[in-house]
């Protein structure tokens, strides 16, 4: 009867580790189109050059979106990892955008929300990977 609660637990926890992935990956990306959106309808470009933009910002959140599904599905078999590749990649993403010229204090209160989501992310991953080891050890 334990062993039923600790499964039930175990999924629960996994699935809460990639959901928080997933989650921070999609509205990493619709937060980035609707920025560009704002920020470029400030300026009246040209519409060659408008086009490439938008090309390459799709293409950008191609990659991001891609890079944190890449992490949702490894979270199903190996959880801590893909929990800590997403909140690494996520802030290589930051300080890129530093890099190319951002504010670190720039969206601060998203960044500290989309890293808390991560790091509870890693959380449920560690207890799913303890629970797992405790049914391990029940079959043993």
């Known amino acids: 009867m334990e062993d039923a609660g600790k499964r039930q637990e175990l999924t ?8 928080w992935i997933l989650a921070v990956g999609i509205i990493l990306v619709v937060f980035t189109v609707i920025m560009f959106e704002v920020e470029i309808g400030k300026y009246d470009l040209p519409a060659d050059i408008l086009a490439k ?23 199903r078999v190996k959880p801590v990892l893909g929990c800590v590749l997403a909140l ?11 890099y190319e010229g951002g504010s670190i204090t720039n969206g601060i209160v998203i960044k500290v929300l989309f890293t808390m989501a991560l790091v509870k992310g890693i959380k449920s991953a560690s ?14």
């Not at 629960?12 to 959901?19: G, I, N, P, V």
């Not at 959140?61 to 890079?67: G, K, N, S, T, Y």
């Not at 207890?127 to 043993?140: C, D, I, N, P, Y």
């Open 12 to 19: 629960a926890e996994l699935k809460s580790a990639r959901y």
């Open 53 to 75: 933009a938008h090309t390459r910002l799709a293409i950008l959140c191609a990659i991001v979106l891609a890079f944190f599904v890449g992490c949702f599905f490894l979270a």
């Open 88 to 98: 690494i990649g996520y802030w290589l993403l930051q300080f890129w955008d530093l």
């Open 127 to 140: 207890r799913a990977e303890q629970l797992q080891s405790e049914l391990g050890k029940v079959f043993e």
